[in-house]
Structures are given as C-alpha cells and as structure tokens.
Nanobody, 128 residues
Framework: QVQLVESGGGLVQAGGSLRLSCAAS????????MGWFRQAPGKEREFVAA??????????YYADSVKGRFTISRDNAKNTVYLQMNRLKPEDTAAYYC???????????????????WGQGTQVTVSS
C-alpha cells in the first residue's frame, strides 16, 4: 500500500512562492506517474501537473492555468515529488493533493480516476 503525505502549504501574498512536497512510502515510487491536483471550496478537484519517468527521460504536463508558473519535479532517491509554485494568484487558493498512478498512464492524461493513491492534502491560501 502506498502512502502519500503532503507538506509545504500555507498563507502567501499574491506574487509570492511556495514549494509543496509529497513524500511517498510503500510501492515502487520511481516507476509511478505522480500528479498534483487541487480543490477549491465548492469546486471540483482539478488537475494541476503530472510527472513520469520512462527510459531515462522525464516527462511533465501542466494545466494551462499554471503553465509557466508551477514546476513539478521528483527525487526518486527521496521518494518525493515537489510542486514549485511561483507568481501565485488568489485563484490558486485550494487544497492541494498529491496522487500516484501505479498503472503509469500517459503523462498528459488528467483524469482523476487514473490515480490509485492520494494524500490527505495541504492547504494553500493566496491573499490579494
């Protein structure tokens, strides 16, 4: 069973930065596609970014709303995936969730159902 624990959320002013971390235990982390999702109050959970490694190449994919501002990365030695968030906007306010896909779907697939394991979430609040 894979367990995911997010950290790094908090309160930041618009234009600021945060780095979220997601530590994984169990399973074979290095082979999994990893994703970040977010959910604002009253809204559906939405895809933010994904990363997977295959044949020595790392692939990433981003939602249009965060492209150019957020960067997803992973450290397989630490079983950790990161989300660096820069130039934050009030509309980025949400609970952010880390997820793992053991079936290793396409990096550009944004389907929530494709992910098998989820963390408990970390809150990000961006003030204007």
């Amino acid at each position: 069973q894979v367990q995911l624990v997010e950290s790094g959320g908090g309160l930041v002013q618009a234009g600021g930065s945060l780095r979220l971390s997601c530590a994984a235990s169990g399973g074979t982390f290095s082979s999994y596609r990893m994703g970040w999702f977010r959910q604002a109050p009253g809204k559906e959970r939405e895809f933010v970014a994904a990363i997977k490694s295959r044949g020595g190449t790392t692939y990433t994919y981003y939602a249009d709303s965060v492209k150019g501002r957020f960067t997803i990365s992973r450290d397989n030695a630490k079983n950790t995936v990161y989300l660096q968030m820069n130039r934050l906007k009030p509309e980025d306010t949400a609970a952010y969730y880390c997820a793992a896909d053991r079936r290793i779907g396409p990096v550009g697939s944004t389907s929530i159902a494709a992910y098998d394991y989820w963390g408990q979430g970390t809150q990000v609040t961006v003030s204007s």
